[in-house]
């Protein structure tokens, strides 16, 4: 193991209630760097594919992960951040209505550009890359035909990433209560009364 995995002075080999910590090597996604992105799309015409004729607009969200394409990382001369230009592909659910009153879902997809800035460590034989996680709300939307015209409340995270190695130190294990399990007592009311007026 690449981790010199050593346990402390322990008195017994017992972990819990030891003050003791143990040198643990786990592996984890390291964040490098990362940041948030929050604006509003107004009017944006998105073909959206139905079962069955929809007459109704009645919501649209994000459904499922962002899918990240065309990454190029440019590092930028004397600064320790690059640039990072990336195209996103975000899923949609949008909710309708038909004319007998029956809900349909459909399918559609938003594609988005970003050009960033971030901190991207140095080539390394583990490498990093751009991870985005993505949600879209839409609001005031119509309907066309199978063509949906709506504003998008767009968050995006962008993340610089690795799966490493990390060597902490640990206390043991935690010590986990007993479950409480669920009792439905028709009496609780009564019995949870004061014994004497108040």
Do not use: H, W
């Not at 440019?74 to 007998?100: E, F, H, K, N």
């Amino acid at each position: 193991m690449p981790c010199n995995n050593m346990r402390g002075s322990c008195p017994s080999d017992t972990i819990t209630n030891c003050n003791s910590p143990e040198r643990v090597c786990i592996q984890a996604t390291r964040v490098f760097d990362a940041c948030i992105s929050q604006f509003t799309l107004e009017n944006q015409s998105i073909a959206v594919t139905f079962p069955s004729t929809v007459s109704t607009f009645v919501s649209a969200r994000s459904d499922g992960p962002a899918v990240i394409s065309n990454v190029v990382i440019t590092p930028q001369a004397g600064s320790v951040c690059s640039r990072i230009r990336y195209s996103v592909t975000i899923p949609l659910q949008v909710v309708g209505i038909d004319t007998a009153g029956n809900t349909v879902l459909g399918t559609a997809s938003v594609t988005l550009d970003r050009d960033l800035l971030l901190r991207v460590p140095r080539e390394a034989v583990v490498p990093t890359e751009v991870q985005v996680t993505a949600n879209i709300v839409g609001v005031n939307g119509s309907l066309s035909g199978n063509l949906l015209t709506i504003s998008l409340c767009i968050t995006l995270i962008t993340k610089i990433v690795a799966d490493v190695e990390l060597l902490i130190q640990t206390y043991g294990y935690p010590a986990l209560p007993n479950c409480q399990e669920y009792t439905e007592d028709l009496c609780s009311g009564v019995f949870n009364q004061p014994i004497y007026p108040r």
